[in-house]
């Protein structure tokens, strides 16, 4: 089992940037894939990023694609998403979440998240 933390959220104004990290507890952290996902008022929850266990795949959600960059560091347990250009339609609370061993860009595939951090971009 992992628990995860997110934290870096913030309120940035179209076109500014934000890091988001996340912490995760457990000796297992290498075993698990990482995603980041979103959900936006009155939305489902969707996919934004995803990191294979040593970092070899990532996928990008279409909309994000050469503006955002996920990566990981298992010494430190941890999973960050770089988030550049960013759009007012991007509010949304964004979640880590871990799934074990696989890649996964559907939100239904992943076991484990945290309580998300909360990322407003005005226009």
């Known amino acids: 089992q992992v628990q995860l933390v997110e934290s870096g959220g913030g309120l940035v104004q179209a076109g500014g940037s934000l890091r988001l990290s996340c912490a995760a507890s457990g000796r297992t952290f290498s075993s698990y894939a990482m995603g980041w996902l979103r959900q936006a008022p009155g939305k489902e929850r969707e996919f934004v990023a995803t990191?294979?266990?040593?970092?070899?795949?990532?996928y990008y959600a279409d909309s994000v694609k050469g503006r955002f960059t996920i990566s990981r560091d298992n010494a430190k347990n941890t999973v960050a998403l770089q988030m550049n250009s960013l759009k007012p339609e991007e509010t949304a609370v964004y979640y880590c979440?871990?799934?074990?061993?696989?890649?996964?860009?559907?939100?239904?595939?992943?076991?484990?998240w945290g309580q998300g951090t909360q990322v407003t971009v005005s226009s």
């Open positions: 990191i294979s266990v040593r970092a070899g795949t990532i």
């Open positions: 979440e871990a799934r074990r061993l696989v890649v996964a860009t559907t939100p239904s595939e992943y076991n484990y």
